[in-house]
């Protein structure tokens, strides 16, 4: 801080500062020492008060002197430069509340939720607004929107109205797209230089630490940013410590589920907390309907896996929900999922050509195998037909222009070749997950497979295709199964039953498939020569499997 004079020749007149000081030293009379009997008395009282009278008259005299001093300075006029701002009035300040509304968020202490805590954090900040003032509003989540208040706010008490209607949604927390839309907002208001920017949170490592290193990456960039271009104020209202138990998936283990028989469903539970839980009930439900009850037992930071086989009476679209006895942090003890439970499910065989026996199809034996009681019943009639599965058999030259969107899973027996338009018809069905079932045998290109199909990996087929191994005519050489440890699905329910005849099947041909490195496919069974017999990988949302020999005989 610098200051300078208006006047600074009248500056000369300070020198009327030392009247009162000449006037008291002109008031100290000489006097002259007089013995007197009665003098004694009157020497030890002034003894006494002399000290005292010293101070007052000196204290005076000083007071005298700074009213004249003071009255000089006033006519001189001082001039103060505050570059600091410290006795000027304060600016107004663009301010952007950031209100953390992340799953944590709805933890409860002291019968109040974090939220809550957050609310009354930026009610205060935004009612202690003055004049001039102005506000965004952000909601820090994954659900939209994320920017409560858009535009520029000037009056505190709108702000306050969307904080009283702000809910907790049930979401993440995103926390550099939020960044990034708060650097947008800083843009806002050039005019007023003053920036603040208020994050309002329980800081959750899962939501501010962790993630991809690309996410952390720009989260640190977009701090350093915002605090560039202001203040970044942190106001923590999060909890130490605090026990927590949460279902933290529910997963049904088949793709397809029927009346026919219970369905496979896995839950996963994890304690967060840092003491055992024992005895914490959890509880299953079907369309609102307690179906089971259990009782669970969790160390600390542990995770416990709930089996269930669920049976379904009927048809449709089933609710199921697996919730825990409430905790301080409601909204993780619950998780719901909707499974559709199909009367048929509906499959689209695709002969590709005539199998090699007076059975005529390729897709024969695939049709006997999904609905034996159908084909029974075709062949008798009047047999009953109770197959939950309804398959639908097509040539290759019928595939042209027709509907796949109404068959959960389509199979392509020894179709020789596919064209542009078919495959991106079949990638669009796997991308709505349907499931897609390709069967190799004598007809099959594999050359066009490859160009059409697999595309370098990044086509709908699994693995690329090679050479023809094996004689179908001869049959020389035989080839028998190999599942390996039996850990991939496709063959779980072969372990420990060598009677099912899975590693006794004999395979006199089939195309080599080749997986390249990094490619997302996996080998569900294998030929005792090494090379895949199964070959399956997601795509999209759907599912795509690979069986390098053929379905017939």
């Excluded at 801080?1 to 030293?25: E, Q, R, Y």
């Excluded at 379904?312 to 697996?322: A, K, L, P, T």
């Excluded at 109404?406 to 796997?430: P, S």
């Excluded at 004999?506 to 005792?528: H, K």
Aim: hydrophobic fraction near 45%.
């Amino acid at each position: 801080m610098a200051f300078g004079w208006g006047s600074p020749a009248l500056l000369w007149w300070l020198a009327l500062a030392a009247t009162p000081v000449i006037i008291h030293l002109l008031s100290k009379r000489r006097h002259r020492e007089m013995e007197w009997a009665a003098m004694r008395f009157l020497l030890e009282a002034m003894r006494k008060n002399s000290r005292r009278l010293r101070i007052e008259q000196l204290v005076l005299m000083a007071v005298r002197a700074l009213i004249l001093a003071l009255v000089v300075v006033a006519l001189a006029q001082l001039l103060l430069n505050d570059p600091g701002g410290l006795l000027r009035p304060r600016q107004p300040a663009h301010k952007i509340i950031v209100i953390d509304a992340s799953t944590s968020m709805g933890l409860v202490s002291r019968d109040e939720s974090l939220f809550e805590r957050a609310r009354q954090a930026a009610r205060a900040i935004a009612g202690q607004g003055r004049p001039g003032d102005v506000f965004n509003l952000v909601r820090l989540s994954n659900v939209p929107p994320s920017v409560i208040v858009p535009d520029l706010a000037y009056e505190p008490a709108k702000v306050v109205d969307e904080i009283e209607q702000m809910s907790l949604p049930h979401g993440t927390a995103d926390v550099p797209g939020c960044l990034e839309k708060v650097a947008d907002l800083l843009k806002l208001a050039p005019d007023v230089p003053q920036k603040e920017v208020y994050l309002i949170s329980d800081f959750q490592r899962t939501s501010w630490s962790a993630g991809p290193e690309g996410d952390a990456v720009r989260t640190r960039s977009l701090l350093k940013q915002i605090d560039a271009a202001g203040k970044i104020v942190l106001v923590d209202v999060g909890q130490f410590e605090t026990a927590n138990v949460a279902v933290t998936s529910l997963e049904s283990l088949e793709a397809f589920v029927t009346p026919a028989r219970p369905a496979p469903l896995r839950a996963t539970i994890r304690n967060f907390g840092t003491e055992r839980v024992t005895g914490r009930h959890i509880e299953l439900l079907v369309d609102d309907k307690l179906v089971e009850q259990r009782a669970v037992d969790l160390a600390a930071g542990a995770e416990a896996v709930e089996n269930y086989l669920v049976p379904f009476s009927y048809g449709g679209e089933r609710r199921v929900q697996v919730r825990l006895q409430k905790d301080s942090l409601p909204l993780d003890d619950q998780r719901w999922l909707v499974v559709p439970v199909k009367d048929k499910i509906r499959v689209l065989c695709v002969n590709g050509g005539h199998a090699r026996t007076a059975r005529g199809k390729a897709t024969d034996y695939l049709e006997l195998a999904l609905a034996p009681e159908a084909v029974r019943a075709r062949r008798a009639p009047g047999g009953a037909d109770r197959s939950r599965i309804e398959p639908t058999v097509i040539s290759e030259g019928e595939l042209q222009g027709f509907d796949l969107g109404g068959y959960d899973c389509v199979f392509f027996c020894n179709v020789r070749r596919f064209t542009d338009r078919e495959a991106q018809v079949i990638e669009t069905y796997l991308q709505g997950g349907g499931g897609v079932v390709w069967s190799l045998g004598d007809q099959v290109s594999a050359e066009s497979y490859d160009e059409i199909l697999f595309r370098q990996g990044t086509g709908s087929l699994p693995a690329r295709l090679g050479d023809r191994q094996g004689e179908i005519e001869q049959r020389e050489t035989a080839f028998e199964f190999d599942p390996g440890d039996f850990s991939h699905p496709i063959v779980a329910a072969f372990q420990g039953n060598p009677d099912a005849g899975l590693e006794r099947a004999q395979t006199y041909a089939y195309i080599r498939a080749t997986l390249p490195a990094g490619n997302a496919s996996r080998v569900a069974l294998a030929f005792d020569s090494g090379d895949p017999a199964v070959v399956e990988r997601s795509f999209g949302r759907g599912r795509s499997i690979l069986v390098t020999t053929s379905v017939d005989e």
